[in-house]
Structures are given as structure tokens and as C-alpha cells.
């Protein structure tokens, strides 16, 4: 658990929210034991915020990252009374653009991407890593345009019903993220917590003053609405 004390404490404001919701959609999403499928059960919860953000935080961002091994940006940041049907999104995704299994890093770096306009590359040797973290930042000419964040809270909620089963850490892409100011959600879901890597996701997610973890683990389609409701409310200071 050493890498908890990397999660940045939070101290935000009732400044408008630009939100990336990361969306698991590897096949093991498609399981049954959340009603009416887990798929389903996050598509409600994304649709749920989208609904309360577009209702009261009308100068609020949304956007939707989805993954399994690789990540999509399927909805750029836009406001959440203007975003379509999420399931929509999901269902224009075709096996071509997708690979399959499940890595936490590849949607973490697309974040990074569209928050900062920096695409960070893998680094494929020990020593090419060593040197990219001392020196600096890696970059290739793959970019997303970076959304106008000026003024505004920079949110992520990484929702999985697994684990992260790719070559890099995730913690260190997390931790750049929260050390520019990110916020990050991290929901496990399933028939149980040992479905997913719950050690893992705590040291992604970030930490409230109260020093509780911003990390559940959900096993309903209604609970899972119930967090995302709260969740679309502004983060305020502790």
C-alpha cells in the first residue's frame, strides 16, 4: 500500500468540472451478475451523471473514454445537455477498434492526452522508462486536441470489473495526474471485490482530507446509480 501516499489530498472549489468518465467495456462486462449485465448496469450509472450534471451544472464538461487493452475517446468533452445516448457509443465501437483484455494504463494516458494535449508513449525498455521519468515528458505525434480546461476542476471516474493486466505501472500515470491536479474516482464492480484488483485501484484513485480513499467496490445496478448521482455533485472543500 506504500504508493497511498502519493494520492494528493483534494482541495477543490464551485469552479465548473471538466469530467472524463472511463468506462470498461472488455468482454467480462457482458456477465450477468449485476442485473440486467454490468455493461448495462455502467451505462445507466454514466447516463445517471450525465442526467444530474446537464440538470444543475449547466457549465460543466463531460467525456467518454472507453477501454479494454486500448482506450477510445468515443465522446470529446462537451456539455453534458449536449452528449447522446452513452449506449450509443458503445454500440458504434466495432472489434476493429478495440484490443482485447483489460489495461488501467491506456485510458489513464488518453486522460492525460486530452487534459494536456501530451500523448505519453510506452516505454518498451528499463532504462528508456528510467530516463523518461528523471528527464522528461514522452510524447509522439498521435495527439488528441487537449480540451480548454482553463478555470475549471479536472475529474476522472474509472469504472472495471477487472484487472489491470497490461505491462506498465498505472500508478505512475495516475500519480502525474493527481499531481497536475486531477481527481480521480476509482469504481471496482462485479459479483464480488476479488473480481477486481482493489489494492491496485486505491493507489489510482485519489484521497480525501479525511485521508478515505477514493476507491468502492459496488455489486448493484442501483447502488452503482446511487454513487453516480452523488458523484456529478461538485467536489467542495473539507
Do not use: W
Not at 465548473?16 to 448495462?40: F, K
Not at 454500440?91 to 500523448?119: H, R, S, W
Amino acid at each position: 500500500m506504500k504508493y497511498l501516499n502519493f494520492a494528493n489530498h483534494i482541495n477543490t472549489n464551485e469552479k465548473p468540472e471538466t469530467l472524463l468518465m472511463l468506462m470498461d467495456i472488455s468482454d467480462s462486462m457482458l456477465a450477468h451478475d449485476i442485473r440486467p449485465s454490468r455493461m448495462e448496469a455502467a451505462i445507466n450509472a454514466n447516463e445517471e451523471i450525465i442526467k444530474v450534471k446537464s440538470r444543475h451544472y449547466y457549465d460543466d464538461k463531460i467525456g467518454i473514454i472507453v477501454f479494454q487493452k486500448s482506450a477510445k475517446l468515443v465522446s470529446f468533452p462537451t456539455f453534458a445537455s449536449k452528449i447522446g445516448n452513452v449506449k450509443h457509443f458503445i454500440d458504434e465501437i466495432g472489434d476493429e477498434d478495440m484490443e482485447g483484455g483489460t489495461d488501467f494504463v491506456a485510458p489513464l494516458k488518453l486522460a492525460y492526452q486530452c487534459f494536456f494535449g501530451v500523448n505519453l508513449k510506452k516505454e518498451n525498455s528499463f532504462l528508456s522508462r528510467a530516463l523518461s521519468n528523471l528527464f522528461c515528458e514522452s510524447v509522439d505525434d498521435n495527439t488528441v486536441p487537449p480540451i480548454d480546461t482553463s478555470g475549471t476542476i479536472k475529474r476522472i471516474i474509472l469504472l472495471t470489473d477487472g484487472e489491470h493486466l497490461g505491462d506498465d505501472n498505472p500508478v505512475r500515470i495516475a500519480t502525474r495526474l493527481k499531481d497536475a491536479g486531477v481527481i480521480i474516482d476509482c469504481i471496482g464492480i462485479g459479483g464480488t471485490p476479488q473480481n477486481v484488483d482493489e489494492k491496485l485501484l486505491k493507489q489510482i484513485a485519489s484521497r480525501n482530507f479525511d485521508g478515505s480513499i477514493r476507491y468502492c467496490f459496488i455489486g448493484d445496478q442501483e447502488t452503482l446509480i446511487r454513487k453516480y448521482n452523488s458523484l456529478a455533485q461538485h467536489i467542495r472543500p473539507v
